[in-house]
C-alpha cells in the first residue's frame, strides 16, 4: 500500500502510529496514513511558532511573501492531475470534479499572491497638534487549521493563501477521513521554498490531535470547516488559548423556484446544487421550494433526470455520482431517509440502495409536503437526498426558506428582478445566488451564520482576518513633555 508522512518544520516524517485509509469505490484499504498524536502536534506549532519569529519568515517583505505564493500556485496547477487523481481514490469524488476544481484552487493562491502586499494600514487625522497616529495591520501569528475531506485543496486554500498573504505560520490538519491530498500537497509546499515551519501538514483523531492543536497556547487563530458538533468542542476548547475562531460550518440550503423561472435552467442547476460531489458539499441545496402551480412539472423533470444520472467508479470521468465517502454517512443516510418515508414523504425518485453497492447511495428526491416534519427536512445528510416542499406565494417561500437553524448558502429562480430583490434581503444566508448555484471566486467572501458558522473566507475579508491592528503614536514637538504632578 502507498504510504503518506507528516510535514513538521520542513520535515516528512512518520506519526506516532498509522492507519489504514479506506479506498471508498472498493471499501478496501488502499494507503497508510500517519497519525499524528500530542507530541507531533506539539512539535508542529513549536516550529510554527518558531518560523513565525524568524527572520527567514518575518523579516520577508510582502511582495516577497507574495512571490512565494505564486511559486506555489504554479506547482498546484502543474500537480493538479496527480493530485486529483489522488483525491478521487482517497475520498470517492469524481475525477471530473476534482479535476476541475483543484485545476482553479491555483486562481486562489495566484489572488492571495497577488493581495498580499496590499494589505494597508490608515493614517488616522488626530485630534491632537503635536501627535501622528496611524494603524499598521500585523499578522496575528500561529493558525490552527482544520479542514475536512470533502474539497480539502480548496478549503485549505482558503485558509494557507490568506493565512500566508497576511504573514502568519500555519498549522493545518486534514480530516482522518481521506487526508492524501492535503498530506501531498505538502510535496508542493516544500518545493515552492517557504521557510521550514511556516506551513506545517498533520492529520489525525479529534482526541489524541485536533484537540491538542485548537487548545495549545501559542496558537493565535483557528479557521475550522467541519460540523457543527465538532465547532462547539472547538469553540469550548479555544476557551484555554483565547485563540480567534473563524468557523465555516454545515447547510440546509433552500433551493427556490417560482412559476416564472426558466424551469429547465432550474432544473438543471438543481441537479448540480444536491447530487454534484454527491451531495457531500456543505453548500447542497438539499431544500427544493417550488411554487405549487409548477410543482408538478418540475418534480417530472428533476425524476428523469436523477434517474439518468451515470453511478459508477469515481476514477471514470463518464461518472456522474460516486461513493460516499464512508459507510457510516451512507448508514445515516438509509436511516434518516427511512424515517422521513415513515413519516408520510413521498419516494420520487431513488431511496433504494442495492446491498451490494458498498458506499455507494442513488440521487433520492423526496416530496416532504405531506411531511412537513420529515428529518430529512432538518437534518444535513451530506448526500444525494433532495427534499422538496411547495409554496403558495412569495411570503411563504421565504417562511419556508428561513425555517432552519443554518444559513449557508441560498438559491432563488425568476424572472422577475424585483422579486429577486425582495427574496436577497429576506433569506437569512451568507450567500444568495440568484438563476445560478455554487459560483464562487477568490475575490468573493464565503460563510454564514447561524449554525452554519462565522467568519468569512474569499476575498479581502479572509486576510484582514489574519491580522491583528496596531495603533502607533508620534509625538511631533521638540519641546520637553511637562512635569504632570506640577501645577500650572
Known amino acids: 500500500m502507498d504510504r503518506f508522512q507528516l510535514y513538521i518544520d520542513g520535515k516528512f516524517e512518520p506519526g506516532a502510529a498509522s492507519f489504514e485509509s479506506i479506498d471508498p469505490a472498493t471499501g478496501k484499504p488502499w494507503a497508510m496514513m500517519p497519525e499524528a498524536r500530542a507530541a507531533d502536534v506539539e512539535r508542529a506549532v513549536e516550529a510554527a511558532h518558531r518560523a513565525f519569529l524568524a527572520p527567514e519568515w518575518a523579516g520577508l517583505t510582502a511582495t516577497a511573501r507574495g512571490k512565494l505564493l505564486m511559486r506555489l500556485a504554479d506547482l498546484v496547477q502543474q500537480a493538479a492531475p496527480r493530485l486529483a487523481q489522488i483525491e478521487t481514490r482517497d475520498t470517492g469524488k469524481i475525477i471530473r470534479e476534482t479535476s476541475a476544481q483543484i485545476a482553479y484552487v491555483a486562481d486562489y493562491y495566484r489572488y492571495y499572491a497577488g493581495l498580499a502586499d496590499k494589505i494597508e494600514g490608515a493614517h488616522l487625522p488626530i485630534d491632537k497638534p503635536d501627535m501622528e497616529v496611524w494603524l499598521r495591520r500585523e499578522p496575528v501569528g500561529v493558525v490552527a487549521a482544520i479542514v475536512p475531506w470533502n474539497s480539502q ?33 505538502a510535496r508542493l509546499v516544500h518545493e515552492a521554498g517557504f521557510p521550514p515551519g511556516v506551513v506545517n501538514i498533520i492529520t489525525g483523531f479529534g482526541a489524541t490531535c485536533g484537540q491538542v492543536l485548537t487548545t495549545h497556547p501559542k496558537v493565535a487563530h483557528i479557521a475550522f470547516t467541519g460540523g457543527v458538533e465538532t465547532a462547539r468542542h472547538v469553540v469550548r476548547g479555544s476557551a484555554e488559548n483565547l485563540a480567534r475562531t ?63 444520472v451515470r453511478m459508477g467508479a469515481p476514477d471514470d470521468m463518464a461518472t456522474e455520482v460516486g461513493p460516499l465517502c464512508t459507510a457510516r454517512q451512507r448508514d445515516r443516510i438509509v436511516r434518516v431517509v427511512a424515517e422521513s418515508l415513515a413519516c408520510g414523504a413521498r419516494l420520487i425518485a431513488g431511496g433504494t440502495p442495492d446491498a451490494d453497492t458498498g458506499q455507494f447511495y442513488p440521487p433520492t428526491i423526496l416530496d416532504c409536503s405531506d411531511a412537513p416534519q420529515a428529518p ?27 425555517e432552519t437553524r443554518y444559513g449557508l448558502a441560498s438559491g432563488v429562480f425568476t424572472q422577475n428582478l424585483t422579486r429577486a430583490h425582495r427574496m436577497i434581503r429576506g433569506i437569512r444566508a451568507g450567500v444568495v445566488w440568484v438563476n445560478t448555484y455554487r459560483a464562487v471566486s477568490p475575490m468573493a467572501p464565503f460563510g454564514g451564520h447561524g449554525l452554519s458558522g462565522f467568519g468569512r473566507e474569499g476575498g479581502l475579508a479572509a486576510a484582514l482576518d489574519y491580522t491583528t491592528v496596531k495603533t502607533v503614536w508620534l509625538r511631533t514637538s521638540d519641546s520637553p513633555i511637562p512635569d504632570p504632578f506640577v501645577m500650572r
Open 246 to 308: 473563524s468557523l465555516e460550518l454545515g447547510g440546509k440550503s433552500p433551493f427556490i423556484v417560482f412559476a416564472d423561472a426558466d424551469l429547465e435552467s432550474a432544473a438543471n442547476a438543481q441537479v448540480a446544487a444536491i447530487f454534484a460531489a454527491t451531495g457531500q458539499s456543505c453548500v447542497a441545496g438539499s431544500r427544493l421550494l417550488v411554487e405549487e402551480s409548477v410543482k408538478a412539472v418540475l418534480l417530472a423533470r428533476l425524476k428523469q433526470k436523477a434517474e439518468a
Open 153 to 185: 485543496l480548496f478549503l485549505s486554500a482558503v485558509k494557507i493563501g490568506p493565512a500566508l498573504a497576511a504573514g502568519c505560520t500555519l498549522v493545518v490538519k486534514a480530516s482522518e477521513d481521506g487526508p492524501a491530498p492535503l498530506l501531498e500537497f
Open 376 to 402: 430529512c427536512l432538518t437534518e444535513e445528510l451530506f448526500g444525494p437526498v433532495l427534499s422538496v416542499l411547495g409554496f403558495k406565494d412569495e411570503e411563504h417561500a421565504l417562511t419556508l426558506a428561513n
